[in-house]
């Protein structure tokens, strides 16, 4: 597969910096780009693609089958090495063995941490300082270098401390030491009084004393950029001509098992005790959040990090096949940032949040040979991101408005997390982390292809800044202070938030029961509501299985006119057939007997003239007998002569008989050939009769056809008297008495039970003609 796609380069991307300055160049955007934001852009949503180097103990097992080739800054190239199923399917014609692959940009073996933050991060955490909310997601298979990039190493941090050091830089000389203002909710401040403050600040010191048996050695840090940030003091002096103050606030949680767990939660870090899931809830702009969650103030990129390192410790870590130090868990690290105006008691103009999230291993169960708990969470894993992907389906096929589909955000706590993002909260970016080994191949090429589809999203990012969004300042009732609009009230803000999971804690006891009350009487509304809707389906219900028994009418109808028409056609193809058949065979039987009693014509002619000949030869003698008698009774004739004549004469007749005898021979012989056709005939004819009985035992079987074709339209018949009483069913329901308790289904079973009663059927007036063709027929038949 080739997922070559020709992403939208807006102004923002063009300026990758390809050199190691860092600092300085960052800061220059920094104070230039707030404008930029403030208006809606659409781009693609940016997919870097890391490939990890092998390790020594991968190269040693022959890991190393050149599967992974880098062929440009942004094309990569996959091949499939001789074991792994990509090939056995190529081998069987299914598939490719090599597939290529295009991301926003491609980072080798070689990259080093500070390169690849370069040229990831710096858009990102640029827009951050600037107010603009930002989502980092590392996506790859266990063991391929996801942690490594988000937090690297103690010697050489990853993506996480370098934005950090760079949100410091950018505030140095501008930050606002006490911690009087925390964020709350999704994206509001809460103004805390002396004892909160000072709860606060026992919080943190206890969080981070927590660290102090482990010492700084362990600490992650950003390495170099450290040095690159006091090199950098001059932003101190920049960012003191500029009036605001900034307040920097860490969070850092996991979702494990489709559970949410603070990792800066202390009490439930002791071992015995069970940790307490947190609740993800929606604030009065639909933003979900993890309520309750532990928001802790840092002052510099190191405290970030002891706070990292305190959140990794509860991290659900357990050791796979594949990683000795394997994430089970999805954890993300949020830095929130709070513009403030100047002075000691200053107003909060806007809040900017970065969110960096370690999603666990994509590996599949039987790779892993994952067992019990593992294989729990291993299913769990597999089915967030499996959510995650379907989301980034959906999105990119809703970028095609006549393919639009629901995206199914709320189906994990991860995609409910991310929602706000891919709709418009901030700009979001995806790692792909790989490993290049031939045992995971199949594995990688699946997140390949995941990338592949991940890079076709369009994100619409909503113009933001801090000067854009102002937030709301809540006091510690969780009241409003101060509003963003001075005409939205509290009850009309919360009143829009009618999600299943609004988080009721942030009202006062007397808000709770007037909102109970206001509840009260929208629950009676609703119910009232309710039921016009009811009504409403009943009736669209009605209407529609009208449709439906309309439409069966008129299918069953038309089915049995095709039956009878076909039945009809084959009968009488039928009784023409015999019709021919007896025809033919009188026809035949006509021509045989001919042929038999043939007699040719010249043999005829001769008959006839010898049958002539004997006639005259006859009136001859008749003559010559007369003559003689005339002689013999005095015609004075001499007895010799009349003796003669006698003999001639008796000669004659002796001729005769043996003509005549030979005559009757010969009738003898027609008479006996006469009797053997008479024979033959009769045996023909038996024959013939034994054929009509089988044709008439066909015929009966056609008649019963015609007979069950009949009962059919019976009941067709049957069928239009009951959709004669479900409409009048219908119009009943229409004339109004509504029986809300009955329920909209028992409605439907009653209208679907009613006996059909038979005074009603009302044929139509085809239908007479329809039997009495179908009589006629038969009785001709
Ligand atoms: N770019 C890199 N250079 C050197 N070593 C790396 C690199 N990326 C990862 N590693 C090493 O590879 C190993 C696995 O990395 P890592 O733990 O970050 O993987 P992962 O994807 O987070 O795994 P899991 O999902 O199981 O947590 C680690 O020992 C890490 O130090």
């Excluded at 044709?695 to 049957?718: C, D, F, H, M, N």
Aim: one cysteine or more; aromatic letters at 6%.
């Amino acid at each position: 597969m080739d997922a070559r796609e020709e992403s939208v380069v807006l102004p923002a991307e063009q300026g990758f910096l390809q050199d190691q300055s860092t600092c300085d160049a960052t800061r220059d955007t920094l104070t230039s780009d707030s404008s930029v934001l403030n208006t809606q852009t659409s781009q693609s949503l940016k997919v870097y693609l890391r490939v990890r180097p092998f390790s020594k103990t991968e190269l040693a097992s022959n890991e190393s089958q050149d599967c992974v080739t880098i062929e440009n800054s942004d094309i990569v190239a996959l091949r499939a090495p001789k074991d792994s199923s990509a090939m056995r399917n190529c081998e069987r014609g299914i598939g490719q063995s090599v597939h290529k692959f295009t991301f926003t940009r491609i980072f080798g073996e070689d990259t080093t941490q500070a390169e690849f933050f370069e040229g990831t991060m710096k858009d990102l955490v640029v827009s951050f300082a600037s107010g603009q909310n930002g989502l980092v997601f590392t996506y790859g298979v266990t063991n391929a270098g996801k942690t490594f990039t988000i937090q690297g190493s103690p010697k050489d941090g990853g993506i996480l401390p370098r934005s950090l050091d760079v949100v410091f830089d950018h505030i140095r000389g501008r930050q606002y030491v006490k911690m009087n203002l925390k964020p709350y909710l999704g994206n509001d401040v809460m103004k805390l009084d002396h004892a909160q403050v000072k709860h606060e600040e026992a919080m943190k010191a206890s969080l981070l004393s927590s660290l102090k048996e482990d010492g700084a050695k362990t600490a992650l840090s950003s390495g170099n950029l450290q040095s690159m940030a006091s090199e950098n003091d001059t932003a101190a002096d920049q960012g003191g001509s500029d009036q605001n103050q900034f307040s920097a606030w860490v969070s850092f949680f996991e979702i494990y098992n489709e559970c949410v767990y603070d990792l800066l939660d202390q009490f439930s870090a002791s071992k015995n005790q069970k940790r307490p899931t947190l609740k993800i809830c929606d604030d009065q702009l639909g933003t979900s959040y993890v309520k309750d969650l532990k928001w802790f103030n840092i002052s510099s990129t190191e405290e970030a990090c002891k706070i990292l390192q305190i959140g990794n410790k509860n991290r659900s870590l357990a050791s796979t096949k594949m990683n000795q130090q394997s994430s089970r868990s999805h954890s993300i690290f949020t830095i929130r940032l709070l513009k403030l105006s100047h002075g000691d008691d200053p107003s909060v103009l806007g809040v900017s949040e970065m969110s960096l999230c370690d999603l666990a291993g994509s590996e599949r169960c039987n790779k892993t040979q994952t067992v019990g708990d593992r294989l729990k969470e291993a299913g769990n894993i597999n089915n967030s991101l499996l959510i995650l992907g379907k989301c980034i389906a959906a999105l990119k096929q809703g970028q095609n408005p006549k393919k639009a589909s629901y995206v199914p955000f709320r189906e994990s706590k991860l995609t409910r997390l991310f929602q706000p993002f891919f709709c418009g909260k901030g700009k979001a970016c995806m790692i792909v982390n790989i490993n290049q080994c031939a045992s995971t191949y199949d594995e990688t090429l699946h997140v390949m292809k995941f990338s592949a589809v991940a890079k076709q999203v369009v994100q619409t990012i909503q113009p933001q800044s801090f000067d854009f969004m102002s937030p709301r300042i809540v006091g510690k009732d969780g009241k409003v202070i101060t509003d963003i609009e001075a005409n939205v009230s509290m009850e009309d803000l919360l009143s829009e938030d009618e999600d299943e999971e609004v988080d009721i804690s942030i009202l006062s006891a007397e808000d709770l029961l007037r909102k109970i009350e206001e509840l009260k009487e929208k629950l009676v509304s609703e119910r009232q509501g309710k039921l016009v809707l009811e009504m409403q389906i009943r009736k669209e219900m009605g209407e529609a299985m009208y449709q439906q028994m309309v439409y069966l009418d008129e299918t069953w109808s038309k089915r049995f006119e095709d039956f009878r028409e076909t039945t009809e056609e084959q009968l009488e193809n039928r009784l023409e057939m015999y019709k021919k058949a007896i025809k033919n065979h009188a026809y035949r039987h006509a021509v045989e007997e001919l042929e038999t009693d043939y007699v040719p014509l010249d043999e005829f002619q001769a008959e006839q003239e010898k049958v002539e000949a004997r006639d005259q030869r006859i009136e001859e003698l008749e003559i010559m007998l007369g003559l003689h008698k005339r002689l013999a009774d005095g015609d004075g004739s001499s007895p010799d002569s009349t003796s003669v004549a006698l003999d001639a004469l008796t000669k004659r007749c002796q001729e005769k008989d043996k003509v005549i005898i030979g005559l009757r021979v010969q009738i003898q012989n027609i008479r006996d050939e006469a009797d053997l056709k008479e024979r033959r005939l009769t045996e023909e004819n038996d024959m013939l009769k034994q054929h009509l009985k089988i044709k008439e035992q066909e015929i009966r079987g056609l008649q019963s056809l015609a007979e069950r074709a009949i009962q059919l339209e019976a009941s067709v018949t049957e069928l239009r008297a009951q959709l004669d009483d479900s409409r009048k069913l219908v119009s009943t329901m229409d004339a109004g008495e509504p029986k809300p308790k009955k329920g909209l289904f028992s409605s439907i079973k009653n209208s679907m039970n009613v006996t059909p009663k038979k005074s009603k059927i009302v044929e139509k007036p085809e239908e007479p003609s329809v039997l009495t063709r179908k009589r006629a027929l038969l009785a001709r038949k």
